[in-house]
């Protein structure tokens, strides 16, 4: 048996028409997309540009003692480079980092053209050497030479002692404040002997060997066997195995 198809003109039509009509919006969803790549790109260039939105004000935060509001604006006006969204916060940090008497730094932008600038500033606890000084955490650093406060006691030592000296300073005043001694100045040479001086002048020499029984001795010794004749002293030697020795003024 033979079938015999007989094509439909209009039918033909019909379907070719549904075709073009399904491809509309796969048209219409490419589109959409290049026009959200192109509004994503004008967005990206227009926020690069220094000229949006700029950084018109800045804020200092902070308690200074050593440090100037105004030098730590100026400085960081200095440094602001570009507008709200593409201000490089880590550059302005690291520059104020650069100050010796910086101890940490927060920038913060503030919509939608200020800059907060949080700064702590270094609390020195001790001097160290000739030029330099300790925070409580013993770290080192250097601010200018004039502004180094000479009342602070002094410690010196090899370089990369300055946490240990730090640590053994606290425990020697805390032994002595209580016989009513400070502790004016503690040195460790490069023989790793010890000595320090009191606030009253009177040098102890401890050496090298012993530090612990010879400290103690000179904590014992002041307020019984010399009590009475502290100010005539000029210096103690305590590098004797049963003794010490006694330098006077003359």
Not at 49 to 55: E, H, K, Q, R
Not at 107 to 123: F, G, H, T
Request: charged content about 25%; glycine content about 8%.
């Amino acid at each position: 048996m033979a079938i015999d198809m007989v094509l439909d003109p209009d039918k033909l039509d019909f379907d070719s028409s549904g075709r073009s009509y399904a491809s509309g919006p796969k048209l219409f969803g490419s589109l959409l997309v290049l026009i959200i790549l192109s509004l994503m790109v004008w967005t990206a260039i227009t926020l690069s540009n220094p000229d949006t939105l700029p950084i018109k004000q800045v804020r200092i935060e902070g308690d200074f003692t050593n440090l100037s509001p105004v030098d730590l604006q100026l400085l960081v006006t200095d440094k602001v480079r570009g507008g709200f969204f593409n201000l490089d916060v880590d550059a302005v940090r690291l520059a104020l980092l650069d100050e010796p008497w910086v101890s940490e730094v927060t920038v913060k932008r503030i919509w939608p053209d200020a800059l907060r600038v949080i700064v702590i500033e270094q609390i020195p606890v001790v001097r160290w050497g000739e030029s330099g000084l300790l925070n409580a955490a013993g770290e080192y650093f250097a601010p200018e030479i004039g502004t180094i406060p000479l009342t602070l006691p002094r410690l010196s030592g090899p370089s990369g002692s300055e946490h240990d000296l730090l640590e053994r300073f606290n425990a020697m005043q805390a032994q002595v404040q209580p016989i009513g001694f400070n502790i004016k100045s503690l040195t460790l040479d490069d023989r790793r002997a010890w000595s320090f001086v009191f606030n009253n002048g009177i040098k102890v020499i401890l050496g090298r060997r012993d530090f612990g029984e010879r400290f103690k001795r000179v904590c014992t010794l002041i307020p019984t066997t010399i009590s009475g004749r502290v100010e005539q002293i000029e210096s103690i030697d305590m590098r004797y195995t049963n003794g010490f020795s006694i330098l006077w003024k003359k």
